[in-house]
């Protein structure tokens, strides 16, 4: 499996806090059959350099390979919508078109649609992350369809699917799957104690909503496309 996003470099931010626990992440993430992590640090109002990411990214596949962890580390960041798109472009995944997009956690900015036109229009293609715990998809979870028929991608957190944020998001991940408008299941990991880097029991429930098949394809073809700069079969 592939995980796009998930804060295992160390010392980033509000994810691994040190080497040891980026190591600590990365046995969880192997023994749940994770094989490669796309490392995504905020960009938000602090912001890391590339070069940054790309050290601490060849500091941490060091430490894994000598601790024989067979799991590839990819550069990536989870990127604030409120950036200008010349920063945004820096911050792609495995340094393709493909771009996490992270909403205000309180709201939905009221130019949402005028966010994603101008990445697109950059030639960038939008992830949206986590939507099933923004406030205002959580209200209006159908409000996701007309981002997604204006071309972004969504992913999910796999956390959300098992009731790790609660009732009320579980129920609004579920409906947003259920309606074929993810396309990537993600941990968003940000510990080796809460928070954990697996997809295993997300996908299980997802499921048992669409199918093991298209389920699969949420941490397998979607991702895989992902960090190839494929189209992805939407």
Known sequence: MIDVHCHILPSMDDGSSSMEESLAMARIAVADGIRTIVATP??????????????????????LKREGLSIDILPGGDVASILPVEIVSLYTVNRTRYVL??????????????????W??????PIITHPERNPSILKRPDCLARFVLAGALVQVTA???????????????????SCGWV??????????????????????????LIGEEAALKLVQDNPAAVIAGRELDV
């Open 42 to 63: 905020h960009v938000n109002n602090v912001i890391p350099t590339p070069e940054l990411i790309a050290e601490k990214i060849a500091l941490l596949t060091d430490v």
């Open 101 to 118: 997009l992270e909403f205000p956690h309180s709201h939905l900015p009221a130019n949402a649609e005028q966010i994603l036109f101008e």
């Open 120 to 125: 697109q229009l950059a030639g960038l293609c």
């Open 159 to 177: 956390g959300s699917l098992t009731g790790t944020f609660g009732v009320d998001v579980q129920a609004c991940a579920s409906h947003l799957i």
């Open 183 to 208: 396309h990537i299941l993600a941990s968003d990991g940000h510990s080796s104690h809460y928070r954990l880097p697996r997809l295993t029991e997300g996908v299980r429930v997802a499921a048992q």
